[in-house]
T-cell receptor, first 111, second 113 residues
């Protein structure tokens, strides 16, 4: 699985959009980009995933650059409950359920 | 639908003992994987089970083992506990192998004294 690089921490004002970047410059053509988050004292929670097209669901949007070497997770209207560690993971689809977690980005949403 | 259930939530053991942790996946999910989380190493993959067979294993010593039962429930065992085994142990379930989405439990916090 390709390695990912994320900033260690970010702050965001409540109600504003939170944009979390991820670099995955060695991503292969058959690897997807996944985002999970972990709120304190809980297990990780799936947010969204994508291959090359931008994706949106009820939680967030995922923007993947055309060369697929980086992506941005967007939380459109961050709330205090979005304070968590956000993990960007690259993995091959249907290659088992092994996820390789990096250090992630600590997002602090402030009022 | 109930989520992934892990028991116990907290556990305290002493060095040299062994421990068994339990995970009940979401109903209908057939794949279970285990992760260890420590402040120093972060989240690390332990192993993955599907249809009672271990499909994948992380880089952990043989003291760490697991199994899956016919109802998809899973247990992991750590023998001869060491202080460094103190961690949050997380279980995740999914419908199948290579599923797009994993569902994690809240974990078992193990403290080894």
């Amino acid at each position: 699985d390709a390695k990912t690089t994320q900033p260690p921490s970010m702050d965001c004002a409540e109600g504003r959009a939170a944009n979390l970047p991820c670099n995955h410059s060695t991503i292969s053509g058959n690897e997807y980009v996944y985002w999970y988050r972990q709120i304190h004292s809980q297990g990780p929670q799936y947010i969204i995933h994508g291959l090359k097209n931008n994706e949106t669901n009820e939680m967030a949007s995922l923007i993947i650059t055309e060369d697929r070497k980086s992506s941005t997770l967007i939380l459109p209207h961050a709330t205090l409950r979005d304070t968590a560690v956000y993990y960007c993971i690259v993995r091959v689809a249907y290659g088992g359920n092994k996820l390789v977690f990096g250090a992630g980005t600590i997002l602090r949403v402030k009022s | 639908k109930a989520g992934v259930t892990q028991t116990p939530r907290y556990l305290i053991k002493t060095r040299g003992q062994q421990v068994t942790l339990s995970c009940s996946p979401i109903s209908g999910h057939r794949s279970v994987s285990w992760y260890q989380q420590t402040p120093g190493q972060g989240l690390q993959f332990l192993f993955e089970y599907f249809s009672e067979t271990q499909r994948n294993k992380g880089n952990f010593p043989g003291r760490f083992s697991g199994r899956q039962f016919s109802n998809s429930r899973s247990e992991m065992n750590v023998s001869t506990l060491e202080l460094g085994d103190s961690a949050l142990y997380l279980c995740a379930s999914s419908l199948e192998e290579g599923a797009r989405k994993l569902f994690f439990g809240s974990g078992t916090q193990l403290s080894v004294l």
